[in-house]
C-alpha cells in the first residue's frame, strides 16, 4: 500500500513538470522500472502503447479555499463525469487489461467498466449488430464494495475481441486505479478500428458467415487495392461497384457516429482484381468498410485508406451532414 502511495504522489508532483523532465527524473534509479509507466491525464485518453496506465484523483480543496466558498468547491467536487482509457492496437491484436490497483468506491457513486470496443456518445465500435457477443456481455461494470472488503479479489482480468477496448471510469470524489495494457497478435481479425492515418487493410472471412468492419475515426480517401469477393457465376472476372443486390458485397460509406450500422452507403464493391481501383473519398466524421460474408466464399479485400482533406473534395463520393 504504502508503495503506491508513494508512487502516486511522486507521479502527481512529476506529471506537472511534464514528460522530459519525468524522464530526466526517472535517471536517477538503476534501472527503467518506471519507462512504461503512463499517467492518464484526460478525460479521454488515447492508448495505443503497452504498460501500466495511473489515474488518481484527489481532492483539491487546499488549492482552492482561498478563490472558492467551500460549499461551492465540494459541489464542484462531486460532479461526476464519465471518463475513459480507450485503448488501440495493431489491427491483428486484441486489447488486454488487467487492474493491478483499483480504488473506487461504490458508496460514493465510483463506478469503473471495461468495454469490449469503444463506446462514443452511445454508440459502439464495433456495432452491436455486428458484434458475436451481446452488449451486456460486453460491458463489465465494477467498484470497490468496502463493506465486504477485504474478502473480495480486487484483481481483475479482461480481453476484448478485436484490436480496441475501452475502460470507463467515474469517480465522483476520490480514487485511483492501475490498469495493465498488453497486446497479443490474432490470426484472423474482423473488426478493425484504424490508427495509422495511411495504411492498407487486409479483410477476410476465412470461408466464415460473419460481418467484419474497418473503421476510422476520420474522413477519409479509400481505394480497393485487390478483392475476391463472391462466387464466379456472381462476379465474373472483374470488379463491381454496383453489387448492392448481392449478399456477399464491401460496403464502403460513412456515418457521424461509431455504429455502422447507421452508415450512408457510397458503393457496393464485388467481383475480382488484383489492381487498384480509383479512390474515393468519404466526408463523414467516421469512415467504414464493411465486409459481408455468407459463408458460402473466401472473400477477401485489401483496402488503402488514408486521412482526406479539401483536395479530396473532387472525388467525394458521400458527404455527411454536419
Ligand atoms: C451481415 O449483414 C447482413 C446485411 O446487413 C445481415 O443481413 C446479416 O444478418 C449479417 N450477418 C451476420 C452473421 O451478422
Given at each position: 500500500?504504502?508503495?503506491?502511495?508513494?508512487?502516486?504522489?511522486?507521479?502527481?508532483?512529476?506529471?506537472?513538470?511534464?514528460?522530459p523532465?519525468?524522464?530526466?527524473?526517472?535517471?536517477?534509479?538503476?534501472?527503467?522500472?518506471?519507462?512504461?509507466?503512463h499517467?492518464?491525464?484526460?478525460?479521454?485518453?488515447?492508448?495505443?502503447?503497452?504498460?501500466?496506465?495511473?489515474?488518481?484523483?484527489?481532492?483539491?480543496?487546499?488549492?482552492?479555499?482561498?478563490?472558492?466558498?467551500?460549499?461551492?468547491?465540494?459541489?464542484?467536487?462531486?460532479?461526476?463525469?464519465?471518463?475513459?482509457?480507450?485503448?488501440?492496437?495493431?489491427?491483428?491484436?486484441?486489447?488486454?487489461?488487467?487492474?493491478?490497483?483499483?480504488?473506487?468506491?461504490?458508496?460514493?457513486?465510483?463506478?469503473?467498466?471495461?468495454v469490449?470496443g469503444w463506446?462514443?456518445?452511445?454508440?459502439?465500435?464495433?456495432?452491436?449488430?455486428?458484434?458475436?457477443?451481446?452488449?451486456?456481455e460486453?460491458?463489465?461494470?465494477?467498484?470497490?464494495?468496502?463493506?465486504?472488503?477485504?474478502r473480495?479479489?480486487?484483481?481483475?482480468?479482461?480481453?476484448?475481441?478485436?484490436?480496441?477496448?475501452?475502460?470507463?471510469?467515474?469517480?465522483?470524489?476520490?480514487?485511483?486505479?492501475?490498469?495493465?495494457?498488453?497486446?497479443?497478435?490474432?490470426?484472423?481479425?474482423?473488426?478493425?478500428?484504424?490508427?495509422?492515418?495511411?495504411?492498407?487493410?487486409?479483410?477476410?472471412?476465412?470461408?466464415?458467415?460473419?460481418?467484419?468492419?474497418?473503421?476510422?475515426?476520420?474522413?477519409?480517401?479509400?481505394?480497393?487495392?485487390?478483392?475476391?469477393?463472391?462466387?464466379?457465376?456472381?462476379?465474373?472476372?472483374?470488379?463491381?461497384?454496383?453489387?448492392?443486390?448481392?449478399?456477399?458485397?464491401?460496403?464502403?460509406?460513412?456515418?457521424?457516429?461509431?455504429?455502422?450500422?447507421?452508415?450512408?452507403?457510397?458503393?457496393?464493391?464485388?467481383?475480382?482484381?488484383?489492381?487498384?481501383?480509383?479512390?474515393?473519398?468519404?466526408?463523414?466524421?467516421?469512415?467504414?468498410?464493411?465486409?459481408?460474408?455468407?459463408?458460402?466464399?473466401?472473400?477477401?479485400?485489401?483496402?488503402?485508406?488514408?486521412?482526406?482533406?479539401?483536395?479530396?473534395?473532387?472525388?467525394?463520393?458521400?458527404?455527411?451532414?454536419?
Open positions: 500500500m504504502k508503495a503506491i502511495v508513494f508512487l502516486s504522489f511522486s507521479l502527481i508532483v512529476l506529471s506537472v513538470k511534464g514528460w523532465m519525468v524522464k530526466k527524473s526517472f535517471d536517477f534509479f538503476p534501472n527503467d522500472a518506471y519507462a512504461h509507466i499517467v492518464i491525464s484526460d478525460c479521454m485518453h488515447v492508448a495505443s502503447e503497452p504498460g501500466d496506465y495511473v489515474f488518481k484523483k484527489v481532492p483539491h480543496l487546499m488549492a482552492n479555499v482561498k478563490e472558492m466558498p467551500l460549499v461551492e468547491a465540494a459541489l464542484e467536487e462531486s460532479t461526476s463525469e464519465v471518463c475513459g482509457l480507450y485503448v488501440i492496437g495493431e489491427p491483428d491484436t486484441i486489447v488486454e487489461i488487467t487492474m493491478k490497483h483499483y480504488d473506487v468506491n461504490c458508496a460514493t457513486g465510483g463506478l469503473m467498466a471495461f469490449d463506446e462514443l456518445n452511445g454508440e459502439y465500435f464495433p456495432g452491436i449488430k455486428d458484434h458475436h457477443r451481446e452488449l451486456e460486453r460491458v463489465v461494470e465494477f467498484c470497490n464494495n468496502y463493506k465486504q472488503w477485504p473480495v479479489a480486487n484483481k481483475k482480468f479482461f480481453r476484448s475481441s478485436q484490436n480496441a477496448a475501452l475502460l470507463q471510469y467515474r469517480i465522483p470524489f476520490r480514487g485511483s486505479f492501475i490498469a495493465h495494457v498488453r497486446f497479443h497478435k490474432i490470426t484472423q481479425p474482423c473488426n478493425v478500428l484504424v490508427q495509422d492515418t495511411a495504411a492498407i487493410f487486409n479483410m477476410a472471412n476465412f470461408g466464415n458467415q460473419r460481418n467484419c468492419t474497418l473503421t476510422a475515426l476520420f474522413p477519409a480517401a479509400v481505394a480497393v487495392t485487390s478483392l475476391k469477393i463472391g462466387g464466379k457465376n456472381v462476379r465474373g472476372d472483374k470488379v463491381n461497384y454496383d453489387c448492392g443486390a448481392f449478399e456477399d458485397r464491401l460496403e464502403i460509406g460513412g456515418s457521424s457516429g461509431l455504429d455502422s450500422h447507421a452508415m450512408e452507403k457510397a458503393s457496393d464493391v464485388c467481383g475480382i482484381s488484383e489492381q487498384q481501383g480509383p479512390e474515393q473519398a468519404i466526408f463523414c466524421g467516421v469512415t467504414t468498410a464493411r465486409l459481408i460474408s455468407t459463408g458460402r466464399y473466401q472473400n477477401h479485400a485489401a483496402i488503402m485508406l488514408r486521412k482526406a482533406d479539401e483536395n479530396d473534395l473532387d472525388i467525394a463520393t458521400l458527404v455527411c451532414a454536419l
